[in-house]
């Protein structure tokens, strides 16, 4: 069957797959509450508890799952194909480690700055994002005309280690309880407590998905080479800078809302492949909407599985993805 | 004379020289060259006069202000046991986690005083433990019943008065709800708010720090909301925090009734010599 005659179908199960998951997520948690009581007028705000848990508690959180998991799994979807590695994540550019180190100097320092209802640790991680991005680009771009994506991998492989052991060093002079904190920003979050920070990231994410809606087409062709993607009409610079920079827009903004939460990027976008095959007119979409599924999914085993105890959804999310990457791996080799 | 008293005379005397004789050899066999690497151990070591036999401690020690000047030897995580066997030793204070330090220091031939935080009995029977071996028995014991004393004054003060229930909190992203860190149902900090009077929501979470959902303080609805602030930068400790984001969580009776109180200073979370006098603090602040 034509690509443009199944995308309707892979749009229509994946957005209902997704649409469910949203709806049904907040409706589970580790306290009983009743939806009768949640959307009852009657009661007053202030004294509903049930309605603040699902309004407050819930609904932000999943809505910032449903946010980082669509952005990391179209980022992982993203850089997969510009960097021809089904291997690479969202966080193999240096994007993820730049973001740690702005969260780990704003928590060591105690920044207390805000912005439109922001606090510091994401301000200073998005900051770092885009920091990092703006180093890797220029490596690569200096090169010769356009992006060398092997200059890409590999500014990006260093720029992780070189940030990482920055990390270290910040976190070896910083008080034990900051040092603390910072690793578990490192285990990704999603209990942002209020809807000001889906707010802030809300702009960013549709920019970059705007971005992305465009590439899908070159992004075939790219995965045969830029030769073959010349040959065959597409502007391989724009293309690549596009495909770049969106990505890390995307992953920049995702990790400032939930933290670096491991192994979605690479997960989702395999399980789609494998479901709806290479062609990237699908398997982006479909990928960005169950990226979003997956996350709440995992999120809401996070908040229940030892409640009231909170386990990092990046603990669940990288307990999956694990062993599911090293049988990709030992597939592919 | 009798011989009874003759014998019960000989019986005082030889009791006294074998006091004495015991105090001295104590006295002989206390370390005078102490290396803390547990800072509320230091402070203890300096209210209980032993501070002169301390001769290092760790990168985190603050208090008291005698130890700004005694060399570093790492912390916790990172001890320099090089630099810790040059200074030449006779006690390292240990956390009972340095598992490494504390065989090194046995092969060297280094007595260790090995330390966990516990509750807060734990943190008396420390201090007297501590007092014994480094020779400061009685000043240690004067200490902890001192402590004993405030800390039953405290429990008189608030006894028969509702207990309110209480989040204790010692940690949050400023500006925010995220990373909020309270005191689970085990440890000297949930002793010390049950002793002020309060009554821990997270009491059934045997952990000593939680990490508390805004969807589980809703479901807790804690009467007030006990927030410790301060690292170890004491300028920052007077900062005003700002306290609005509790805001959202509006149908939680703290922040209804506005029971949402800041308490300022690291010293209120270190079970140290100052541990009555932060259990005192936590009890104002519950019972105005």
């Known amino acids: 069957m034509m690509v443009r005659q199944r995308l309707p179908l892979v749009l229509a199960v994946s957005s209902l797959a997704t649409l469910a998951t949203i709806v049904w ?56 194909a510009l960097l021809r590695n089904p291997l690479a994540t969202p966080f193999t550019l240096g994007v993820s480690s730049g ?47 356009g992006l060398s994506t092997n200059v890409l991998l590999l500014a990006g492989v260093t720029l992780n280690a070189f940030f990482s052991a920055l990390i270290l060093f910040v976190q070896y002079f910083a008080d034990m309880t900051d040092a603390l904190r910072a690793v578990r920003w490192l285990m990704g979050d999603l209990d942002v407590g209020t809807l000001a920070p889906l707010a802030g990231a809300l702009p960013l994410l549709l920019l970059a998905a705007a971005a992305m809606a465009v590439l899908p087409r070159a992004l075939n062709l790219l995965t045969m080479g830029d030769e073959v993607a010349a040959s ?23 990790v400032s809302l939930g933290g670096p939460v491991g192994f979605i990027g690479i997960i989702v976008p395999h399980l789609v492949r494998l479901i709806v095959g290479a062609d990237h007119r699908l398997v982006l979409p479909a990928s960005t909407l169950l990226g979003a599924a997956f996350l709440v999914l995992c999120d809401v085993v996070a908040r229940t ?15 999956i993805g694990g062993p599911f990457f090293l049988w990709l791996l030992v597939r592919h080799a | ?49 032993a501070g002169p036999q301390v001769v290092a401690v760790s990168s985190f020690d603050r208090e008291p202000e005698a130890v700004r000047t005694l060399p570093r030897v790492g912390a916790l995580l990172d001890p320099d046991v090089e630099r810790i066997l040059s200074l030449r ?6 956390y009972g986690s340095q598992v490494e330090l504390k065989a090194q220091l046995a092969r060297t031939g280094i ?4 330390y966990r935080h516990g509750g807060l009995t734990d943190a008396l029977t420390t201090l007297r433990a501590l007092g014994v071996r480094t ?57 010390m708010l049950e002793a002020a009077g309060g009554r821990n929501v997270l009491a059934d979470v045997t952990q000593e720090s939680v990490q508390v959902t805004t969807e589980t303080i809703l479901a807790r609805a804690p009467e007030v909301i006990l927030e410790i602030r301060g690292g170890t930068d004491p300028s920052r400790a007077d900062a005003r925090p700002d306290t609005s984001p509790w805001q959202a969580l509006a149908s939680v009776p703290a922040v209804k009734q506005g029971r949402l109180v800041v308490l300022s200073g690291s010293w209120l979370t270190v079970p140290g010599p100052r541990v009555g006098d932060a259990i005192a603090r936590f009890s104002t602040a519950l019972h105005p």
């Open chain 1, 25 to 80: 997520a907040p409706t589970v948690g580790s306290t009983p509450i009743s939806l009768a009581r949640v959307f009852d007028p009657a009661i007053d705000w202030a004294s509903n508890v049930d309605a603040q848990i699902f309004f407050v508690a819930r609904l932000p959180r999943v809505l910032a799952g449903a946010l980082v998991g669509a952005a990391l799994a179209a980022a992982g979807v993203v850089l997969q």
């Open chain 1, 99 to 145: 973001a740690a180190l702005g969260a780990m100097l704003a928590t060591a320092f105690h920044l207390e700055a805000t912005l439109l209802g922001i606090s510091a640790v994401p301000l200073a991680s998005f900051t770092g994002a885009m920091l990092a991005t703006a180093i890797v680009y220029g490596l690569a771009a200096s090169q010769r005309r």
């Open chain 1, 232 to 254: 065959r009409g597409v502007d391989v610079h724009r293309a690549q800078r596009l495909a770049f920079l969106s990505a890390s827009l995307a992953t920049g903004a995702a």
């Open chain 1, 305 to 319: 599985l030892l409640a009231p105890v909170e386990v990092p959804v990046g603990i669940i999310t990288a307990v």
């Open chain 2, 1 to 49: 004379m009798t011989m009874a008293t003759t014998r019960r005379r000989t019986q005082g005397l030889a009791l006294m020289l074998a006091v004495l004789l015991s105090a001295t050899s104590l006295v002989a066999q206390a370390p005078q060259r102490i290396i803390s690497l547990v800072p509320n151990l230091t402070e203890s070591l300096f209210s209980m006069g």
């Open chain 2, 89 to 94: 030793p006779d006690l390292v204070i240990t």
């Open chain 2, 111 to 114: 007595a260790a005083f090995d």
């Open chain 2, 135 to 191: 020779g400061h028995a009685r000043e240690a014991e004067a200490l902890a019943r001192r402590l004993e004393q405030q800390i039953a004054a405290t429990r008189a003060r608030v006894a028969g008065r509702p207990r309110p229930r209480t989040l204790l909190v010692f940690g949050r992203e400023p500006g925010s709800l995220r990373n909020i860190y309270a005191v689970g149902g085990t440890g000297f900090l949930h002793d």
